[in-house]
């Protein structure tokens, strides 16, 4: 049962366009949302997060926007860049049980071409 | 700060040898978790820790042994490896809500 889903496993995107990146989730407990980079031999690093409380949060080029009632949440990079080709892990927090337990989506490979 | 760090970065196993993939984290955070990364599953959740001394399970705990004797410390034990454990592991300690990751060990179960 896959409670955090990235339905698309690739994104390829011109140098300067927007990249949108998406994540779907089942389970209404979660309340707090996390964007991952991971490049190829490295660990994920941290990248933006979203309270449920919020519908947006912005950093830099950055934004991730929240929508609770369709249990969907997006990532945004404009404008996209030959570094942030990576792979993006969405992951979700029930903070009420404890901030630990992260889960994590199957990932989407983003290619930003030149 | 070296922030999260994880030995081995590779290690190959015979099927049936145990062995202790090591992490530390020099951010004295109360918690830590190890995950699995396999194709097309994402990361998976073994086990976490809440502070020293305090263990629990995640999503796939079988096969696996963790303790936490220090804050900074949380060591990841395979009693009897099976091929079933080839992936990449990777351990975490969590900040205010974020995690920050380790490089990551690549095992691989023969």
């Known amino acids: 049962d896959q409670q955090v889903k990235q339905n698309s496993p690739s994104l390829s995107v011109q140098e300067g366009r927007i990249s949108i990146l998406n994540c779907d989730y089942t389970n209404s407990m979660f309340d707090y949302f996390l964007w991952y980079k991971k490049y190829p031999a490295e660990g994920p690093t941290f990248l933006i997060s979203i309270s449920s409380i919020k519908d947006k949060n912005e950093d830099g080029r950055f934004t991730v926007f929240l929508n609770k009632s369709a249990k969907h949440l997006s990532l945004h990079i404009v404008p996209s860049q030959p570094g942030d080709s990576a792979v993006y892990f969405c992951?979700?927090?029930?903070?009420?049980?404890?901030?630990?337990?992260?889960?994590f989506g199957t990932g989407t490979q983003l290619k930003v071409e030149l | 700060n070296a922030g999260v760090t994880q030995t081995p970065k590779f290690q190959v196993l015979k099927t049936g040898q145990s062995m202790t993939l090591q992490c530390a984290q020099d951010m004295n955070h109360e918690y830590m978790s190890w995950y699995r990364q396999d194709p097309g599953m994402g990361l998976r959740l073994i086990h976490y820790s809440v502070g020293a001394g305090i263990t629990d399970q995640g999503e796939v705990p079988n096969g696996y042994n963790v303790s936490r004797s220090t804050t900074e410390d949380f060591p990841l034990r395979l009693l009897s490896a099976a091929p079933s454990q080839t992936s990449v592991y990777f351990c975490a300690s969590r900040g205010e809500y974020e995690q920050y990751f380790g490089p990551g060990t690549r095992l691989t179960v023969t």
């Open positions: 992951a979700a927090n029930p903070l009420t049980g404890g901030g630990n337990k992260l889960t």
